[in-house]
């Protein structure tokens, strides 16, 4: 499965190259960057930086080894919630219209590996949230790496893609933004640290623009890359016979793991006594799960065994692709049609999954079931004992590797935003409708699963939006969102109710918050948007709220499942990057 996840939709993030050249642009501080040796000087684009200004950090000028021998920064950061080089356009912003990366060099020259973001504005009024784009990387100890970050109409969100054609020797930056900058007023940008323990020094050089990338012809009929090579790549459709050969000798050579029950328990480990399904056990000071024989047992799990992850989309990127079969083509059973994208220019349209294609090409006609049963050998083979969250039901019906199921959330109620919306707006859990959705969710799903031991027990939903970054407005996003409603709001009728527990009469909520409203109704009505600072109480009041919204949501969803199904574990729903 290792070799085959080369040739599946994702190759089209795997760095090549791209055989363009860099295109230098700055003249910083006064000094100039010139063009590379092989381009003409018209090439150069010099721009004159107004500002090169440090925040929680010391700057200093150190020989650079960019074309031209221009200077370079050497930035020690502080210990601090953000430390930063902030480079400012100053009066006239930048037209970067033209360009397709901002690339620079970095030299870490410590024996710590170093985790950077780097934010380009389009205004002065630029934060983490508005008016700016965002990406980080981490660069390991003792390199020099050269990095680029993408610009302009060929940003690979404008192709909908995650991540684009690389240029030749630079490594690019997954950014974390879904959206553009107008590049042509680009008013600042800056490359920091966040949550530094200890100092960090940085060697930044060679700052430049880089000319826009072509994505024509990027995908070849395996759905490879086709700017590239390595290790086991396949050269040509008939590799798959041989590639299929070497893999079932090499899963017939692997070794199968000692003292393990049916389930991939520690057989001969400690004995709990046997509940017929997953549960968990506390020994010795230590969490453990437990199989349905009673044996302790970790799990070791792939996520998305399925072929639902193949697809891709085809329509307004015909370009790309150097070959798609025709309508008679007995490949073209793998084109299908999608209403669903959520990321990216088109929102609808023709897919194509190269990943089933080429299954069928490596299995013959009956690839599906032998696909699968392949599949559940290589889980054995490479020492996984767990079929983990969206896979292929059909692989649990097998009964030969235990596994997770998915419960997926959904219905008419309420949902509040939180400033950090990746997949949509969180669930209102105070609303009555959330309840009742949850309930038919729930219901619906787990009737297949119940009675199975297999089966280890349900994730609930994926990565909602609690909230993200260091700033209070990040921090209690959904606190924030909730008093910005009006009185029809489930969950601002809650935070008022929290707020009257806690205060006697609205006019201490207005001592400790610094607010005017003249009775609890007017609060519940108007919607209230806090400005500048939380005053501590106020700080205290957002986070019980957010405790109680959590609290509210973890457990109407684990009380509907206990009712509908008392075997399984509640994996939980897993977080979007971090917690609130």
């Not at 083509?329 to 220019?345: C, I, R």
């Not at 949902?415 to 729930?442: C, E, L, T």
């Amino acid at each position: 499965m290792r070799r085959l996840f080369f040739l599946i939709v994702a190759l089209l993030l795997v760095v090549g190259n791209t055989g363009r050249t860099d295109r230098p642009i700055l003249a910083l501080g006064g000094t100039s960057l010139q063009a590379a040796p092989q381009q003409a000087a018209a090439d150069a684009t010099p721009l004159k930086i107004e500002k090169a200004t440090p925040e929680n950090a010391k700057l200093t000028m150190v020989p650079g080894k960019g074309p031209g021998g221009q200077q370079a920064w050497k930035i020690e950061f502080a210990p601090a919630k953000r430390a930063r080089l902030y480079f400012s356009a100053g009066e006239k912003a930048w037209d970067w219209r033209a360009y397709g990366a901002l690339a620079f060099d970095l030299t870490n020259p410590s024996d710590e590996e170093i985790s950077f973001g780097i934010r380009i504005d389009d205004a002065l009024t630029a934060d983490d949230t508005h008016h700016s784009v965002t990406g980080h990387s981490t660069i390991g100890p003792r390199l020099s790496v050269s990095y680029s970050y993408p610009l302009g109409p060929t940003l690979p969100m404008e192709n909908g893609m995650r991540g684009g054609p690389p240029f030749p020797g630079v490594e690019p930056i997954i950014y974390g933004s879904f959206k553009r900058v107008d590049e042509s007023h680009v008013t600042a940008f800056q490359i920091f640290l966040d949550r530094l323990p200890a100092a960090r020094t940085l060697i930044l050089d060679n700052l430049r623009l880089l000319p826009p990338v072509s994505y024509e012809g990027i995908v070849d009929a395996l759905g490879q890359y086709t700017r590239a090579d390595w290790p086991g790549k396949i050269k040509d459709a008939s590799d798959f016979a041989r590639q299929r050969a070497e893999e079932e000798n090499q899963i017939q050579a692997a070794p199968t793991l000692p003292e393990r029950d049916e389930y991939g328990g520690w057989a001969s480990g400690p004995q709990i006594q046997p509940t017929g399904f997953f549960t968990t056990v506390k020994r010795d000071g230590k969490w453990w799960l437990v199989t349905p024989s009673g044996h302790l047992f970790l799990s070791f799990g792939v996520d998305t065994i399925a072929l639902t992850e193949g697809p891709t989309m085809v329509t307004g990127r015909e370009k790309m692709f150097t070959w798609l079969p025709a309508a008679d083509d007995p490949l073209s059973k793998h084109f299908a049609d999608t209403t669903e994208v959520l990321y990216g220019p088109t929102k609808k349209g023709r897919t194509f999954n190269f990943y089933s294609a080429n299954l069928e090409r490596k299995y013959g006609p009956e690839w599906l079931p032998k696909y699968r049963s392949f599949a559940l050998d290589r889980l054995r083979a490479w020492g996984f004992n767990t079929i983990a969250n969206w896979s292929d039901p059909a692989l649990y019906d097998l009964k030969r590797v235990p596994y997770t199921a998915t419960v997926d959330l959904g219905g008419d109620y309420a949902r509040v935003a939180s400033g950090q919306d990746y997949w949509g707006k969180m669930h209102d859990p105070f609303d009555p409708k959330f309840a009742a959705a949850v309930d038919k969710n729930i219901r619906d799903t787990v009737q297949r699963y119940r009675d199975d031991p297999w089966c280890l027990g349900y994730f609930i939903d994926n990565e909602i939006s609690w909230g993200a970054g260091d700033s209070d407005r990040g921090h209690y996003g959904l606190a924030y969102v909730t008093l910005a409603a009006g009185k029809d709001s489930p969950a601002k009728q809650a935070f008022v109710e929290q707020l009257k527990l806690h205060y006697d009469k609205v006019s201490q909520l207005n001592r400790a918050w610094g607010t005017t409203f003249s009775s609890w109704v007017a609060l519940l009505n108007q919607p209230f948007k806090p400005e500048g600072a939380l005053t501590p109480q106020m700080r205290q009041d957002f986070s019980s709220y957010v405790k109680k919204f959590a609290q509210q949501y973890f457990s109407v969803i684990r009380d509907t499942l206990r009712r509908y199904d008392p075997n399984h574990l509640y994996l939980g729903c897993r977080f979007a990057w971090r917690t609130a």
